[in-house]
């Protein structure tokens, strides 16, 4: 078939500049001492969405699920909080009130999290779970984009501007990729279980004692069928 090369190239626009724009994103967390901040941005980010999503401001009461949201809470971040009793609290109409009671919980539990883990290991998982999850949905998202592409190539459009519906769409896989990066990274690092260097060195002296006993017992047992 005939090449059309301008819509090649406007393709590969869109695709250089997401490049882009996830590569700058990476230097800038490789530079960062820490990313402390960004994940307090990205909790009050994903709490705005969650609450929107189940309680969204200015639709009916009929309308709302609250119990999926207290739901969604507990599976994704851990804590499990009195969101039904906040809600019927809620004086602001706008989900305001709501929300800022709901980062301010989930923050005093991940504050607790970084007492007990320590503030240097914390910021290190922090950091590391970012970058991950930077790779992994960029790799996911390029191959959604080349699935949309074929998925275009094949399409006739009708009165549609293929390169324009390219640009829509990658548009779109772009901004939920980033989405998913935020959401990722908040759940795990909320989810994570690290065990601080006193709780590793005590499992380790149980286990050494477990061990002791053990042996002295099957001793026990062979000094009985020696006798």
């Given at each position: 078939?005939?090449?059309?090369?301008?819509?090649?190239?406007?393709?590969?626009?869109?695709?250089?500049?997401?490049?882009?724009?996830?590569?700058?994103?990476?230097?800038?967390?490789?530079?960062?001492?820490?990313?402390?901040?960004?994940?307090?941005?990205i909790?009050?980010?994903?709490?705005?969405?969650?609450?929107?999503?189940?309680?969204?401001?200015?639709?009916?009461?009929?309308?709302?699920?609250?119990?999926?949201?207290?739901?969604?809470?507990?599976?994704?971040?851990?804590?499990?909080?009195?969101?039904?009793?906040?809600?019927?609290?809620?004086?602001?109409?706008?989900?305001?009130?709501?929300?800022?009671?709901?980062?301010?919980?989930?923050?005093?539990?991940?504050?607790?999290?970084?007492?007990?883990?320590?503030?240097?290991?914390?910021?290190?998982?922090?950091?590391e779970?970012?970058?991950?999850?930077?790779?992994?949905?960029?790799?996911?998202h390029?191959?959604?984009?080349?699935?949309?592409?074929?998925?275009?190539?094949?399409?006739?459009?009708a009165?549609?501007?293929?390169?324009?519906?390219?640009?829509?769409?990658?548009?779109?896989?772009?901004?939920?990729?980033?989405?998913?990066?935020?959401?990722?990274?908040l759940?795990?690092?909320?989810?994570?279980?690290?065990?601080?260097?006193?709780?590793?060195?005590?499992?380790?002296?149980?286990?050494?004692?477990?061990?002791?006993?053990?042996?002295?017992?099957?001793?026990?047992?062979?000094?009985?069928?020696?006798?």
């Open positions: 078939g005939i090449v059309d090369h301008a819509a090649l190239e406007s393709r590969d626009d869109v695709a250089n500049a997401q490049r882009r724009v996830i590569y700058q994103q990476r230097t800038d967390l490789m530079g960062a001492p820490d990313v402390a901040e960004a994940v307090k941005g909790r009050e980010d994903v709490v705005a969405q969650l609450v929107d999503q189940y309680v969204p401001a200015g639709t009916p009461e009929e309308q709302w699920d609250v119990p999926a949201l207290a739901q969604a809470i507990e599976r994704d971040f851990g804590p499990i909080l009195p969101v039904e009793e906040w809600v019927k609290a809620e004086e602001a109409g706008d989900g305001s009130g709501l929300r800022a009671k709901i980062i301010g919980a989930l923050e005093s539990a991940y504050d607790l999290k970084v007492t007990n883990v320590g503030a240097e290991v914390m910021r290190y998982i922090e950091k779970v970012m970058l991950r999850t930077l790779d992994q949905q960029w790799r996911e390029l191959a959604a984009m080349d699935y949309m592409r074929q998925g275009i190539s094949l399409r006739s459009y009165q549609k501007d293929p390169k324009q519906e390219y640009k829509r769409e990658a548009f779109e896989l772009f901004s939920a990729m980033l989405g998913r990066i935020k959401f990722d990274t759940t795990t690092v909320s989810k994570i279980q690290v065990r601080s260097q006193a709780e590793v060195e005590r499992e380790e002296l149980e286990r050494q004692q477990r061990e002791r006993s053990e042996h002295e017992s099957q001793q026990g047992a062979v000094d009985r069928t020696q006798e």
